[in-house]
């Protein structure tokens, strides 16, 4: 059955840090891993897509990696601000018609 | 372009009663997701569909839920004789073709039952 851990649940930085988001998976057979925004009361924004043959992913000021083999994929986010305050959740799709969802980093960036 | 919407936004009523939710998805998205989010805990997956195939209905927490999609796009999800622990928020997302795909959540419909 596959698992999907983020760590940490939750971490504040000031302005201007760079930070990274970590996320694991148990089965390595995915076709995909993508990452999510939600602010509160909101829905999810999509940030990143990754599929299974790519190494990375860049947006802006983000960037994500994927280690298919050890279950593994971080979020890089360069120069925080405190406007990237939000919960930042990992998917991974394995087929069929489920996507396994992490239970999020909620990050707060100190101005 | 319109993304997905989702109404009510919030939704309060009395435990027995039945609710439905409905979700409006991006114009020519095949494939439409239901999820639910309770308090502190993460995405917990409800029922899927895809084009005109039957749904994947292995989320779906009791036969008091229930869904359908009508015409390849509005889905309506439906909870019959509510229960407290039914209070979450309920995300619709849509995809172009499925699971490959990225996908695009809706704003929610927070559930409230007393």
């Known amino acids: 059955k596959q698992e999907v851990t983020q760590i940490p649940a939750a971490l504040s930085v000031p302005e201007g840090e760079n930070l990274v988001l970590n996320c694991s998976f148990t089965d390595s057979a995915i076709y995909n891993l993508q990452w999510f925004r939600q602010d509160p009361g909101k829905g999810l924004t999509s940030l990143l897509l990754?599929?299974?043959?790519?190494r990375e992913q860049t947006s802006g000021r983000l960037n994500a990696s994927l280690d298919k083999s050890s279950g593994r994929s971080t979020l890089y986010i360069a120069a925080s601000q405190p406007g990237d305050s939000a919960t930042y959740l990992c998917?991974?799709?394995?087929?069929?018609?489920?996507?396994?969802f992490g239970a999020g980093t909620r990050l707060f960036v100190k101005a | 372009g319109a993304g997905v919407s989702q109404s009510p936004s919030n939704k309060v009523t009395e435990k027995g009663k039945d609710v439905e939710l409905r979700c409006d998805p991006i114009?020519?998205?095949?494939?439409l997701y239901w999820y639910r989010q309770s308090l502190g805990q993460g995405l917990e997956f409800l029922i899927y569909?895809?084009?005109?195939?039957?749904?994947?209905k292995s989320g779906l927490p009791s036969d008091r839920f229930s869904a359908e999609r009508t015409g390849g796009s509005v889905s309506t999800l439906t909870i019959q004789r509510t229960q407290q622990e039914d209070s979450a928020v309920y995300l619709c997302?849509?995809?172009?073709?499925?699971?490959?795909?990225?996908?695009?959540f809706g704003p929610g419909t927070r559930l409230t039952v007393l």
């Open positions: 998917a991974v799709y394995t087929g069929g018609f489920k996507t396994i």
């Open positions: 569909f895809q084009g005109n195939s039957a749904p994947d």
């Open positions: 990754i599929q299974s043959s790519q």
């Open positions: 997302a849509s995809s172009l073709r499925g699971g490959r795909d990225t996908q695009y």
């Open positions: 114009s020519g998205h095949t494939a």
